[in-house]
């Protein structure tokens, strides 16, 4: 949630910053409701304290005598006025929470403008498209790929996009995803294990409702969402508490399977790997000072970016225009690999800076010099998602001999020099 002092001070600095990002709310109706709110919390706090007033009178007083029983008609009018406005207080403030929960994120003044992806800026980039194999294909057309990537039978025990990962390739998997592991913990990440399954409350803290109901999977009978992302369960560790400064920043890696609709997104860009329903992903997450976030930000960056050159994977780095940050964003960068069979750039890992958004929402806070409680800010970045990371491997590692060259830096974990069907 935007600060709400910020919103009552400065509503045209917030109309101005929330008019270049892409989501819909009326912050007009918001200011409203918070001055209607506002006027009834008034009133409600006036009758009681006219109520506690009576109160005391009627103690001083006899009962049975006559000033006694007009004070007591007096109490049962002030007690329904008390009843009515507490209840009108109520309703307001359900339908103030609701709208406030509408708005998103305010950018950071250093993301461009822009309505989409076309106005994303190459911040950075490392590697040559041009120095992977001359063999690449498409991943899905490598002649063993069908074999130890079962889409078929995986859409017949649960559908598209849950394909089976089998032998060689299955370990393959579980090899990147020690490394990534290993790697942030030497970059000073404590790793988590974290639940698969997240409630309501967790998934209103990091923003995914009220914005991204349609993309995730919700279990019904227990109220209870599939995570899109480790994001969501691992910085609602400290929802509803207060940190130690000292311990700040606070970095944690998490491994966990992660569960998209991504209701209507199927097409020409998605065939194979490029985008699953299911899917294995390292995830960073941090908690900051404010005044050193964006600093962390590059950080966070910079790790996901190691990953990356140490897998030879040539990369760049996308800052992303307000048009093409998500709901809680203030700063988002993309790291994008380059597949050589489909000759394309794929999204492996998206760095983002929430500031205080997901804090002020979840009640995550530490104490400022004067003993004050401030929240945090957040931040986190994939380091990294499996499918495409997988995809670009095996397309711009492939020799003529059907082979794919496996990375030195992945050899603690997979013993062989080239991985084949």
Known sequence: ???????????????????????????????????????????SEKARAGQNEANKEMATMEKGSPEFLAKVGEMKAIAAEVKELEGKTKEVEERWREVYLTLPNL??????????EDANQVADS????????????????VSWFSKLADFERGSKVTGAGFPFFVGDLSRFVRALIQFFLKEAEDAGYEETSAPLLVNEDSARATGQLPDKEGMMYHAGGDDLYLIPTAEVPVTNFFRDEIVEVAELPLK????????????????????????LHQFDKVELVKWTLPDTSF??????KGDAENLLRKLGLPYRVLLMCVGDIGF???KQYDLEVWA???????????????TDFQAR?????????????????????????????????????????????VPDCLRPWFDKDYLLG
């Not at 490392?126 to 057309?141: F, I, L, N, Q, T």
């Not at 600093?295 to 966070?300: A, V």
């Not at 050589?340 to 929430?354: H, P």
């Open 252 to 275: 944690r890696v998490c491994h966990t399977p992660c569960f998209r609709r991504e209701a209507g997104s199927w097409g020409k860009d998605v065939r194979g790997l490029n985008r």
């Open 126 to 141: 490392w590697g040559s498209p041009e120095e992977v194999s001359p063999d690449a294909v498409p991943h899905w057309d």
């Open 295 to 300: 600093d962390e930000l590059e950080s966070l």
């Open 340 to 354: 050589g069979g489909q000759k394309r750039w794929l999204e492996v890992s998206s760095c983002s800076n929430f």
């Open 328 to 330: 809680p964003h203030a």
């Open 1 to 43: 949630m935007i600060d709400l002092n910020l919103l009552r001070d400065n509503p045209d600095s917030i109309r101005e910053a929330i008019g270049r990002k892409k989501f819909a709310c009326d912050l007009d109706a918001f200011l409203a409701l918070d001055e209607e709110r506002r006027e009834c919390i008034s009133r």
């Open 361 to 405: 929402r979840a009640g995550i806070r530490y104490r400022d010099e004067s003993g004050k409680p401030r929240s945090v800010h957040t931040l986190n970045g994939s380091a990294l998602a499996i499918p495409r990371v997988l995809a670009a491997l095996l397309e711009n590692n492939l020799d003529s001999e059907g082979r794919v060259k």
């Open 107 to 116: 950018p950071h003044p250093s993301v461009p403008d822009g309505d989409d």
